[in-house]
């Protein structure tokens, strides 16, 4: 089973930093990373590269996947897209299912993702309530995921499926980090799961603007 999970927020995301880009965009919905968000997630990858990681996850939102590929380059690894991690699903955000990049336009854009890798988890929008329906489509997941694979893992999430993540790890999830690329480790020992680091140390040159679990849409 696996012994360590990294929970990784996504980067700065295009609309934090320029409020009209969303007039203009084809994906309103799903706005890729910013300038410093992109800086934001190499600097989280030169930081996780000796940490033993072994599979990379990442939300199929375009922001998270520019993250976890960004990541998993220095890592030398694939990104495997899980819906179970998506953005909260939430219909005060999203009139109706959010419109994505296809895998195979994911698999065209971006080196590390992984074209055979199935999702585990379909969400089923809307979801109305976080802390029940996020976490059941989180947690059910991620105990699948646990089980399937060993060593150290990488999710790459939204700030709603990283924290209810570290909720089914440890409830609650005190001290965990929710700014953008934040880092959090959870380390399992003797069976119990606990919260071994919580740093932005490593961003302090990307000097991020955005805020910190909830930013834009929460997400």
Known sequence: ??????LVRHGMRMDAEDPHWKETAPRPHDPPLSPTGIEQAHKTGDFLKS???RLV???PFLRTVQTADAIAG???????LES????WLNPLWFPEMPELLSLEEMTGRFASVDADYRSRTIPVYPEKDESHQVFTRVAQTLEVILRAHDGSILIVGHGASVWQAGRF????PTGIRGE???????????????LELATTEHLEAAKPRGAGWQGIQGA
Do not use: H, Y
């Open 84 to 87: 179970g991690f998506c953005e």
């Open 57 to 59: 996850f990442s939300s």
């Open 1 to 6: 089973m696996v012994e360590t999970v990294w």
């Open 74 to 80: 220095k890592l030398n690894l694939r990104t495997k």
């Open 51 to 53: 940490q033993g990681i």
């Open 180 to 194: 953008t690329c934040a880092v959090n480790k959870f380390q399992r020992q003797d069976g119990k799961w606990g």
């Open 169 to 172: 790890l440890v409830n609650p």
